[in-house]
């Protein structure tokens, strides 16, 4: 596709993670894209920060032939009277400003959650264009079903991109309707030669396609006024309802969406992007799956476990807000530790690529790219475990969706090309019971020829175990459902009081918990990787 450009998102300090990483790190994973072909690096910050993007657009401009486009977070409404409201248009246009002097070639407005409301794109548009002498680019998620009328007053105001999506994949927690919108404003001044038609033809293509991600939806099925009171974006509400699924709060989905926007109050009113909203979910999630409401965790939040996110957040690994957050709830979180006043990436060592990377051929494949190097930089306990799945499997991407995500029907066929020209067909003819240990046989033509595998199948269990629950003042157990995923203490172990004893995992979310008070681990009750229910008991402190 020689004549479009590509764009990508970069958190800035926090690169394409959830936390701030190494300068080096960042100047090599931006150069690292733009020679895989990436021209436009849309950079922000997750409270926007300038400081967190800085370096990033510094080394878009000098080290790249790409456009460093420097991006605005939108939350809030700028349209509130309150004189002392802290989102209003001299926040925005001072912020424009700053990236402009740190040498942004594009400014963007990303409105993650579709808050700006139409009257407000037509005050704020105009106002950000007389600030700054740069393209201004518009970026909105249409949960309210309203957003389409925010690009056409963007656009009578002479915003200079607006970004849409094909008509079957837009609408909802995603972009507005391009299809309809090159529509609307055919035999406008502004109208833009486009194949509507052809256009059409690739929507219903996609549409056949979003069929089989169905599982994968949002769960909305109109648009809602909701947003403008919780304000979760639009990435981020289809990833947070199966979070809730995963964690057995399916049926608390509305209470933990009435706690996100609590917290987001707790927590003083932050921008919510990614990884930002996302440690606001993970609090929304802790407190709807403990009982706690805000006035419990003020409470009794000096023996809570927060969430590994939250205390992140709170201790400025991701960054300064621009008027801090709550002492009072900081100091609850942190427990005494201080946090960073200025950048966290000044508190990291650069990282020895050319040695790392040699170390990590070592310890993968030295098949392995830089590419992949900087995947592992960025995730590794990811990274490991899609490299051991590839191990295990293949290459799976070469299998048809519909096989990989709801398996073979009865003598259903399917072909595979497993390499450019070699194509494998594979029916599934039988599959036997289970024997007492879980073990089916699998029958199949492969090429035509009958072959068979077995195969554990981990949905039959016999007995379900029970674990027992922490009821005592000196039972230390899980306070929410997740794996165990690290156990950090062992038996006969001298504990003082916040000694960190174990860590749950669940759906990205991570919890550390620590002791509540000194003195000896009596018994580890539980092994890692097991999967605990809630109030599972772990550690027993004698």
Known sequence: IPNILFQMLFRGANAVGYKAYPD?????????????????????????WIEGMRKSIQVVREQTNGLAEATICYTGDVLNPDPNYRYNICYYTDLAKQLEDAGAHIIALKDMAGLLKPYAAQVLIPALKEAVDLPIHLHTHDTSSMQAATLLKAIEADVDIVDACLSSMSGLTSQPNLNSMIAVMQGQPREQAYDLPSLNQYANYWEDVREIYYPFESGLKAGTAEVYEHEIPGGQYSNLRPQSIALGLEHKFEEVKKNYAIVNKMFGDIVKVTPSSKVVGDMAIFMTSNGLSEADVMQQGATLAFPDSVIDLFKGNLGQTDNGFPAALSQLILKGDQPFTDAPNAHLDPVEIDI???????????????????????????????????????????LPSTAFFYALKHREEVRVEIATGKIIIIKLLYISDADKGGIRTVTFNLNGQTRSITIRDDSVVSTKKTNRKAVE??????????????????????????????????????????????????????????????????????
């Open 473 to 542: 003042e000196n039972e230390i157990g899980t306070p929410i459902l997740g794996r165990l995923s690290q156990i950090m203490v062992k038996q006969d172990d001298v504990i003082e009081k916040n000694t960190p004893l174990f860590v749950i995992e669940a759906m990205k979310m991570e919890s550390t918990i620590t002791a509540p008070f000194a003195g000896v681990v009596h018994k580890i009750h539980l092994q890692e990787g097991e999967i605990l229910e809630q109030g599972d008991l772990v550690v027993e402190i004698g």
């Open 356 to 398: 790392e990377f040699a170390a990590f051929q070592q310890q993968f494949d030295d098949q392995c790219t830089m590419l992949d190097f900087l995947s592992y930089q960025m995730y590794p306990k990811v990274y490991q475990d899609f490299y051991q799945h590839q191990q295990d499997y293949g290459d799976i991407s070469t």
């Open 24 to 48: 080096n790190i960042i100047e090599k994973f931006i150069i690292e894209s733009a020679e895989q072909g990436i021209d436009i690096f849309r950079i922000f910050d997750s409270l926007n």
